[in-house]
């Protein structure tokens, strides 16, 4: 018999983290099945060791080598049974409150595919890109000009409505099984970054809606700049090559060749 939902976590050496998001799942809320699985992505600080010996109730998987997020995922919802799946990141903390909201919205609305929450920085802050509009060439320049003439962001993260938007953050995904079976799993050719765009684009395509639902809440204590990070920022911008030629071929690929650069520039990433 298939749960509720299942919760896959994939943790490459964040192990303290790990260990903190997991202490908020303890206590399942209300009538509420949840499983969850943790995919550890090659780490080499005992994660998977300390994971059985804290929370036995948790699956672990180990991958050999870290093979990125698409894979690690991929990993653990093809392990899951839970009639809906939450993409979680290690570095989360999560009542239970936020569990069950977000599943409840997805029982009251029938026609939508994936659903993230309100994304809050551990100052209490909402945090950049919970959710936001594909990359197309015209929203790179919105996004940009917005940066340079206006001197804020093209989206309002703070804001109270519910919205239906064309992506939310892989950070925190809810997932209706049907909307997976019917699109598919992430893609694997994404190392990092760009693959739950990717992934809500597809859903969106097969004829679901992708909300930003902000009336629930995850605190995500990481993700808030890749420019520390210059492995990361070459993922970031490898997958944002692969996504253009993947879904606006040879044209949209010159098109991000020409805006990248000032882009770049503008945003400072």
């Known amino acids: 018999m298939g749960y ?38 090659g780490s ?34 093809k392990s899951s049974t839970g009639r809906y799946v939450m993409l979680l990141n290690s570095d989360t903390l999560v009542s ?72 939310v953050s892989g950070a925190c995904l809810l997932a209706r099984r049907e909307a997976i079976e019917k699109t598919g799993l992430l893609d694997e050719n994404m190392f990092m970054y760009f693959e739950d765009n990717d992934w809500c684009l597809r859903i969106r395509r097969a004829g679901w809606t992708v909300c930003y639902n902000p009336q629930v809440a995850v605190i995500h204590l990481g993700g808030q700049s890749l420019k520390q990070n210059p492995a990361a920022r070459r993922a970031y911008y490898q997958s944002l090559d692969y996504f253009y030629a993947k879904h606006y071929g040879l044209l949209g690929r010159w098109l991000l060749g020409i805006c990248l650069a000032p882009y770049r520039w503008i945003t400072k990433q």
């Open 96 to 167: 239970p409150g936020a569990l069950t909201g977000l599943v409840e919205f997805m029982e009251r609305h029938r026609d939508v595919g994936a659903v993230g929450p309100r994304l809050l920085q551990s100052n209490g802050k909402p945090q950049p890109f919970a959710f936001g509009g594909d990359p197309t060439p015209g929203y790179l320049v919105r996004r940009g000009l917005f940066r340079l003439v206006l001197k804020r962001a093209l989206y309002d993260w703070n804001t109270n409505q519910v919205q239906t938007v064309n992506w």
């Open 44 to 77: 080499t600080d005992g994660t998977a060791a300390a994971v059985k010996h804290a929370f036995a109730w948790a699956k672990v998987i180990r991958i050999p080598t870290n093979q990125g997020f698409a894979v690690g995922n991929n990993v653990g919802i």
């Open 4 to 41: 509720d939902l299942s919760i896959v976590i994939v943790s490459w050496n964040t192990c303290d983290l790990l260990l903190q998001c997991l202490r908020t799942l303890a206590d399942t809320p209300g009538n509420l099945s949840v499983e969850v699985t943790v995919v550890d992505n």
